[in-house]
């Protein structure tokens, strides 16, 4: 779905305030909301009080990874505002939305809170993403997506925290190629969902497929199939040496379910959204023990063992690796408000510069250094996970992985 949303047209009002704090303050203007020297502010920003807005998927197709994706969030704010606050002064607010992964709601919701939020934390979904493009830019609107589709890149407006997926697929392929279960020559098989996130998979094997002299064999599918048994056949008559995957879990545990009953023993490799714990629950889950290997953006709680037991302590849950995401999110946000303050501009025009102007951004391990430029992927990295019986359901296999097929494709 890459319908684009009719274009409000609205002023953008700035507040003036008055903050006393240590290196970063505020001061009265009628006309400017600012003072000489001193943070301008605007949209988004009532006194030392920062909102972001987040429109989510609670009770949709995605609602396990849009609630850890939120929960996470709030958990990390709390923590900053209750400590080392944005430019040591302003609390950050949030204000939550669920469209429920239906686009046209999503258009709605964001109607009803852009004029109160200053930037956007999180967005899931690339079609909602794709509709609200032409708005992010009208109202400098700094958007962290939670997807990672190539076309997001073009928007000067997202952040994405991660690599996109065609630079996903080409990092997991080289990985399954280094450790000698596919070789130069032979065939790869691709079935991936109609779309951008499907085609943004599929461009990454089929470059990874050119520089290794391996024939790609295609199945295109729709969101709406689940039984994967066709798909899967045709693979397996082509004597295919692994399958890639770009769909959903459903779609996942299918082709791992028909791989194992026929007796095709090969990799699984698969894009960030493939996966979900609650696979390992099926019939299908010791053939994705065994076979299935994931990119991610962000790495397992593994490498973050108090952050589990704080969003447990929490939320009295365990999470999907999807809290890491939140969490890490949420960083890469304070991070860039933090240079717009520094800069004297907390205006929606102000954290846009700053966003643009970010060297690379890393928080702490939990995601895969990025650095924003119009075009291309955020990052040439990704972790290389194993699913695995533990809190969010999998494990590292390496450390921050990086192919030099995944960096000559981003510098093209």
Request: glycine share 12%.
């Amino acid at each position: 779905m890459n319908t684009t949303t009719n274009r409000w047209l609205a002023t953008l009002a700035t507040v003036t305030v008055l903050v006393g704090a240590a290196g970063c303050s505020t001061k009265a203007d009628d006309d400017a909301g600012s003072g000489s020297g001193d943070v301008k502010t605007g949209r988004g920003v009532k006194g030392t009080t920062i909102t972001v807005g987040s429109l989510t998927d609670l009770t949709g197709p995605f609602a396990a990874l849009g609630t850890d994706f939120t929960n996470a969030q709030a958990l990390y704010w709390q923590e900053r505002n209750a400590g080392d606050k944005v430019c040591g002064t302003y609390t950050v607010k949030e204000k939550v939305k669920d469209y429920g992964y239906d686009v046209q709601k999503g258009v709605q919701l964001y109607s009803s809170i852009r004029e109160d939020v200053l930037a956007m934390e999180q967005v899931i979904g690339s079609p909602l993403n794709a509709s609200l493009s032409e708005q992010y830019d009208a109202d400098k609107m700094v958007n962290i997506p939670g997807a990672w589709a190539q076309a997001l890149t073009e928007d000067p407006q997202n952040a994405l925290v991660g690599a996109t997926y065609e630079v996903e697929m080409i990092n997991a392929l080289n990985y399954v190629l280094d450790q000698g279960l596919i070789s130069d020559g032979g065939t790869l098989g691709h079935i991936y969902f109609e779309g951008e996130y499907g085609e943004g998979g599929l461009g990454g094997s089929t470059y990874f497929a050119k520089k290794h002299d391996m024939k790609l064999v295609e199945v295109q599918i729709q969101p709406t199939d689940t039984d994967m048994t066709a798909a899967v056949t045709k693979l397996a008559a082509e004597g295919v040496d692994a399958i890639a995957i770009t769909t959903g879990p459903t779609q996942t545990a299918s082709i791992a379910g028909v791989a194992a009953a026929a007796g095709l023993d090969v990799p699984l490799v698969g894009n960030n959204p493939t996966y979900f714990p609650g696979l390992l629950d099926t019939p299908a889950g010791p053939a994705l023990l065994k076979n299935m290997y994931v990119a991610s953006p962000v790495n397992t709680f593994d490498a973050a063992p108090d952050l589990l037991k704080r969003y447990q302590k929490k939320f009295k849950k365990v999470p999907t690796i999807g809290a890491v995401f939140g969490y890490a999110s949420a960083d890469v946000m304070r991070q860039i408000l933090d240079k717009a303050c520094e800069d004297g501009d907390l205006t929606p025009a102000g954290v846009t510069k700053a966003k643009e102007e970010m060297g690379t951004v890393k928080t702490g391990g939990l995601a895969v250094p990025v650095k924003f430029a119009v075009g291309k992927s955020s990052s040439d990295s990704v972790f290389i996970l194993r699913p695995a019986d533990v809190p969010g359901g999998a494990k590292a296999a390496t450390k921050l992985y990086t192919s030099k097929d995944a960096s000559a494709f981003i510098k093209g």
